[in-house]
């Protein structure tokens, strides 16, 4: 890993859950949306959105926002509004049993936004 995404290793993923179990995959599947082709891309976008951003959202899911938001201000990957939307998404939901999960990820997305408007300025 470069310098993009190389602060996941930082991240105790497998101490993390998403919405089918452990959360050990999501470094790669982040890396498959820096990385990949486009139909590895957005496969591995549709899978992490499976997986943290459909209600309700999880505790990886304020992990997997920064690097969300480092995505989207790359300019060599190739669904950047794939990631903002799926920052969207995960911003309207939610999980009423775990509020704190929901209050975390939204203050993840929040934090971020001016990354965004860095990038497409």
Not at 6 to 13: E, I, T
Not at 14 to 43: K, N, T
Not at 49 to 66: H, K, L, N, Q, Y
Request: cysteine-free; aromatic content about 8%; charged content about 15%.
């Amino acid at each position: 890993m470069g310098t993009v995404l190389g602060a996941m290793r930082n991240v105790r993923w497998h101490e993390l859950q998403h919405a089918y179990g452990s959360a050990s995959q999501v470094p790669g599947v982040l890396s498959r949306i820096a990385w990949g082709d486009a139909p590895s891309s957005g496969e591995a976008l549709n899978d992490l959105e499976r997986w943290i951003g459909t209600p309700p959202v999880f505790d990886s899911t304020a992990a997997t926002v920064p690097f969300l938001w480092e995505l989207a201000a790359t300019d060599t990957v190739r669904d950047r509004a794939g990631v903002l939307d799926l920052l969207a998404t995960i911003l309207a939901a939610g999980n009423p049993e775990h509020p704190a999960w929901t209050r975390a990820a939204h203050e993840a997305v929040a934090e971020g936004r001016g990354t965004a408007a860095v990038s497409y300025t």
